[in-house]
């Protein structure tokens, strides 16, 4: 795989005529993350889009419902050929291998592969305090993210969401063949912005990631094809063999 397919590059924008502006401003991008305001906002009309497009489909929906509401979400995502979809881990066993089991059935439906599905195990926004005394989970916090990666893999997921302080361990656990998407990635170069505790694309990478979220460095950019390439090359340089 090239470094620029690892780069997944979110569409945080409010509706479609700002997701096509920055598609055809961005036509080196083959990987794009479609989020809830986005996908809110314009139903899965922006899927159509991508697909024309030929690019590929991370849809972060982050869904958490009921075994049968869930695998139906899934199925339906599957029917318009997307990637990547995101579910909370703690739907629970039996909610995860329904939904990968209809995830399946909707690719084959309408001739797809089927679509891989990762896991949220917990939100990057949450911190062990919030854990400890607003969720009550007695488990530090990178105990519980391992034991929501591997609740995910044991139903059968493809992978899961995490951060880059997380990816080393998660991989040690996990395997080689579990999928690992990490956003709050950061070039040296770049403005840190909202995320905490980033780290560089290349460390990232070679921390065991398969897939990078990166958004603002690369569209708020005030060059955003430079910015791009500039990532390419870095991840050429410092990556994995990619
Ligand atoms: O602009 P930036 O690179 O921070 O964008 C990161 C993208 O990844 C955003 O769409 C954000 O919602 C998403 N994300 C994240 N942290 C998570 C899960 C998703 O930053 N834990």
Redesign the pocket.
Known sequence: MSPADRIIV?L?VAGKEAAIALLDHLPQVTFW?V?LELFVSTGPEILVELKSRQKKIFL?LKFHDIPNTLAGACRAAARYGVDLVTLHATAGKDALRLAQAAAIEGATETGNPAPRLIAITL??SLNAHNLAFDLKIPLELPEYVLQMALLAQESGLAGA?C?PQEVEQLRQACGSDFLLVC???RPAWAEV?D?RRVVTPAAALKAGADYL?????ITAADDSIAAFERICEELEQGGKSC
Do not use: E, H, N, Y
Not at 213 to 217: E, L, S
């Open positions: 979110p945080d993350k989020g972060d939100l990057t969401v951060s956003p709050g990635v912005g995320q979220v990166i958004g603002r460095p």
